[in-house]
């Protein structure tokens, strides 16, 4: 027992962090607790920001992740405001000059909103933090048309919560289809589709020129012409924030950024931990990182646990993510490949499917359009990795559980 730390601190407040102080807490850790955060909001989930909260269905309360009650209740210093700039011999350093001493150390610092060159301004709005997003959502009220940079899930799902509020919507997507490379050529054929039937003028292999503030609006220019807009979306991905990572000597992704850990999270520091989107975790020769929020819980209850003595890491999962467009709920598991052949179970045209992709007669990733109650089967065939018969995948008589059971005993 003596091993264990007797304390532990977070820098950054997100799904990663308060996914492993809630266990500690949960587990009866009865260490000093400390949450850093550059922020000035309580702990929020992100999911929201570009789905009901911006279409005016929630309150910033309604998206809470840790509030100061349970922080007081649990012991949890929580300190908004505060930046960390480097980790070293058990300290946290703040960039105001003061440390915070520990015994364990979780960076959880997430990744912020990637900007283009030159594209800033009045009228430009990048979509991360519930500040951008409150932005956002008090100047869509004013707006007839908007431009929206990438086609990508924030993209996405920002263009659908404003066709909800009756906005016009101009997509540029500089890919030949949005989420072509997640969801393959037929997928992402299909997720096109349906953002054009919810009248997004979507427009493919659209690289964007300059972006230049008028007196009204917005002139956003592409190969095809000038499109106008009152305001623009850019979402054109992330970057990691590791930069505490690089001033504390650290290991970082040399291509795509990101903390070097291994499976359980931990970095070459003795005692210091990264998680969430932020953690790049070694896998052969390259690096995994992961954007959503199931691998940031999972990571963070994984430290957590590692804490406590109970280390397991995460064990290699499937990836799992979930996203809101229109009145549809879609799914993403796994890592579709190229080369997969696709078996559609249910009725596209109808909006309610699960497409499966298999390679060498295996599921390896699956893509869900309202249907939810196929998930967790499709979830364990493709953690399984057996054989299974497309036929029997696709007939909608077949219990997937049964199928589930059949080819693995
Ligand atoms: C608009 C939007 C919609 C999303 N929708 C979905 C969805 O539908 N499904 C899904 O699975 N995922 C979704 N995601 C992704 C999901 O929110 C992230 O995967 C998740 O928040 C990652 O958690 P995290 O703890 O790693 O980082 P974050 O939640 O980003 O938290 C990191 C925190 O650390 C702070 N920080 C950074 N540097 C420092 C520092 N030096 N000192 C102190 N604090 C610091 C940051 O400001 C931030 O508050 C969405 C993201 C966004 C932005």
């Known amino acids: 027992m003596s091993d264990l730390p007797r304390s532990f601190v977070t820098v950054g407040a997100g799904q990663a962090a308060v996914a492993a102080v809630r266990l500690l807490r949960r587990r009866g850790f009865d260490g000093r607790v400390t949450v850093l955060s550059d922020e000035n ?12 909260y911006l279409r005016g269905d929630t309150e910033p309360e309604d998206v809470t992740l840790l509030d100061e009650a349970w922080c007081t209740e649990n012991a949890v210093e929580l300190r908004l405001g505060v930046r960390a700039e480097s980790v070293a011999e058990g300290r946290v350093r703040l960039t105001d000059g003061c440390e915070v001493e520990s015994d364990a150390v979780l960076l959880a610092t997430g990744v912020r909103a990637r900007r283009l060159p030159g594209v800033e301004g009045e009228r430009v709005v990048h979509l991360r933090t519930l500040d951008d997003a409150a932005r956002l959502r008090d100047m869509l009220p004013a707006a007839e048309r908007i431009a929206v940079v990438g086609g990508g899930l924030i993209g996405s799902e920002v263009a659908a919560s404003a066709r909800a509020l009756g906005i016009a919507v101009t997509t540029l997507e500089a890919g030949a289809l949005p989420l072509i490379s997640q969801l393959g050529f037929e997928m992402a054929e299909f997720y096109a589709g349906l953002h054009r039937e919810y009248g997004v003028d979507l427009r ?65 520091l003795p005692g210091v931990f990264a998680a969430g989107d932020v953690a790049s975790r070694a896998v052969g020769d390259g690096f995994v990182r992961v954007e959503h929020v199931d691998n940031a819980t999972t990571q963070g209850t994984a430290v957590a646990k590692a804490l406590i003595g109970k280390p397991g890491g995460p064990a290699e999962d499937v990836p799992w993510y979930w996203s809101d467009q229109y009145e549809f709920g879609l799914q993403f598991l796994g890592r579709p490949r190229p080369d997969a052949e696709i ?28 249907r939810g109650g196929d998930v967790p089967a499709a979830k364990q065939l493709i953690a399984l990795g057996l054989a299974v018969p497309a036929a029997a995948l696709a007939d909608e008589a077949t219990d997937l559980f049964d199928l589930l059971d059949t080819v693995s005993a």
């Open 41 to 52: 909001h309580a702990p929020y989930q992100r999911p929201p920001l570009s789905k009901e």
């Open 204 to 268: 493919c292999g659209q690289e964007i020129g300059t972006v230049t503030e008028t007196a009204s609006g917005v002139l956003v220019q592409t190969a095809d012409g000038d499109v106008e807009a009152d305001l623009v979306v850019v979402a054109v991905g992330a970057v990691p924030n590791d930069e505490i990572a690089r001033a504390s000597g650290l290991e970082v992704d040399p291509v795509r950024g990101g903390i070097v850990v291994d499976d359980s999270c931990r970095t070459a």
């Open 343 to 370: 078996v559609v179970r249910g009725s596209m045209a109808g909006r309610n499917f699960i497409a499966f992709y298999l390679s060498g007669g295996r599921v390896h990733a699956s893509f869900a359009v309202d």
